[in-house]
């Protein structure tokens, strides 16, 4: 009977032991996945200080001698305007349309990139889950 009590505590400790395997398993094999994603995504995200110097295209305008515009050329209809110009409701529908969430995290939803990374394993299609930056 001694048998009996002295291996039930081992079978115990085998199946904690064998759980916790699985546990680690799992959890490498999420931050594989995770690595992996990043890495295949960071070969996307264009460097920050591509901003210092971004020009985007705008219309090219003729002016006659006194300021009066004679002609206009472009291939993209871009007004560069300063965060001040644009009207408040204009910024507000903006974030409320792109990220409600935007004014309580710190630029990056992590709820949101991680629904995002799910479907795209899911659907095999890239999906953007990006913020307002």
């Given at each position: 009977m001694e048998e009996?009590?002295?291996?039930?505590?081992?079978?115990v400790a085998?199946r904690?032991?064998?759980?916790?395997?699985v546990f680690?398993?799992v959890i490498a094999?999420?931050?594989g996945?995770?690595t992996?994603?990043?890495?295949?995504?960071?070969?996307d995200?264009?460097e920050?200080s591509?901003?210092d110097?971004?020009r985007?295209?705008?219309?090219?305008?003729?002016l006659?001698?006194?300021?009066?515009?004679?002609?206009e050329?472009?291939?993209?209809?871009?007004?560069?305007?300063?965060?001040?110009?644009?009207a408040?409701?204009?910024?507000?529908?903006?974030?409320?349309?792109?990220?409600a969430?935007?004014n309580?995290?710190?630029?990056?939803?992590?709820s949101?990139?991680?629904?995002?990374v799910?479907?795209?394993?899911?659907?095999g299609?890239?999906?953007?889950?990006?913020?307002?930056?």
């Amino acid at each position: 009977m001694e048998e009996q009590h002295d291996t039930k505590p081992r079978r115990v400790a085998l199946r904690v032991a064998q759980i916790g395997l699985v546990f680690l398993f799992v959890i490498a094999a999420l931050l594989g996945t995770l690595t992996g994603v990043l890495i295949a995504f960071a070969g996307d995200v264009p460097e920050i200080s591509a901003l210092d110097d971004y020009r985007p295209r705008t219309i090219t305008r003729i002016l006659a001698r006194y300021g009066q515009t004679i002609g206009e050329f472009a291939t993209e209809r871009r007004l560069v305007v300063s965060y001040d110009q644009i009207a408040p409701a204009l910024r507000n529908a903006i974030i409320a349309t792109e990220d409600a969430g935007f004014n309580q995290h710190f630029g990056l939803s992590m709820s949101r990139i991680a629904v995002t990374v799910l479907k795209d394993i899911l659907t095999g299609k890239r999906q953007g889950a990006s913020t307002i930056t």
